[in-house]
């Protein structure tokens, strides 16, 4: 299965500023997902994101505060703008784990609004 | 009513007991099933991934899905420290649709 390298693992931002997490994938994939993991909640799709064409946005999410980027096949960027400590979370990309079936997850990014 | 439902307990077992981990699912539509393991500070590892109704083992671990009931679990059997973590399980339609639909995760604890 893929292996997904994702960066910054953890982050301490203020509120008003804007964080860039990335996501390396060490093989081809077509889809790259977007997932929230708030503290006692479910893991949530934020996004879907092909690479050339815009991102999808599941409902509650929109572009203008998570602004996704798919310059190529192995690569995608989530920005969460204009931060607030409600958007203190673990914010996890995934792709499909090709014939093992399943979907293989990058280790998170620990996000921290003050 | 959530689509997934799971106890998010915590669970805490003696070194070496069975440990049953459930979830149930209000969509009849749902048609492939995964069991993730998240350790504390990392992202969530796939265990297992079914498609059908019965069971399906993998060393000390399966997967049972019963879609009459809408009703999955996860038996460990054995059970070590090491197997200490949250255990998330999670569904999807299939086909076009790739979201998926997890629950709240149970945190496991083995205790030595």
């Known amino acids: 299965s893929a292996v997904i390298s994702q960066k910054p693992s953890r982050d301490i931002c203020q509120r008003g500023t804007s964080l860039t997490i990335q996501c390396q994938v060490d093989s081809q994939v077509t889809m790259m997902f977007w997932y929230r993991q708030q503290p006692g909640q479910s893991l949530t799709l934020i996004a879907t994101?092909?690479?050339?064409?815009?991102?999808?946005?599941e409902s509650g999410f929109v572009i203008d505060k998570f602004p996704i980027s798919r310059p190529n096949l192995t690569f995608s960027t989530l920005t969460v703008s204009n931060m607030s400590p409600e958007d203190s979370s673990i914010y996890l990309c995934s792709v499909a784990s090709g014939l093992t079936g399943g979907y293989t997850f990058g280790s998170g990014t620990r996000l921290t609004v003050v | 009513q959530k689509e997934v439902e799971q106890d998010p307990g915590p669970l805490s077992v003696p070194e070496g007991a069975i440990v049953s981990l459930n979830c149930t699912y209000s969509?009849?539509?749902?048609?492939?099933f995964m069991w993730y393991r998240q350790y504390s500070r990392k992202g969530p590892e796939l265990l297992m991934y079914?498609?059908?109704?019965g069971n399906k083992e993998d060393g000390r671990f399966t997967a049972q899905v019963d879609k009459s009931s809408k009703y999955i679990s996860l038996f460990i059997r054995d059970s070590q420290p090491s197997d200490s973590a949250t255990y998330l399980c999670a569904t999807h339609y299939g086909g076009a649709t790739n979201k998926l639909i997890f629950g709240t995760g149970t945190l496991l604890a083995v205790q030595p």
């Open positions: 969509n009849s539509a749902f048609q492939y």
């Open positions: 079914t498609y059908s109704s």
């Open positions: 994101a092909n690479q050339g064409s815009e991102a999808t946005y």
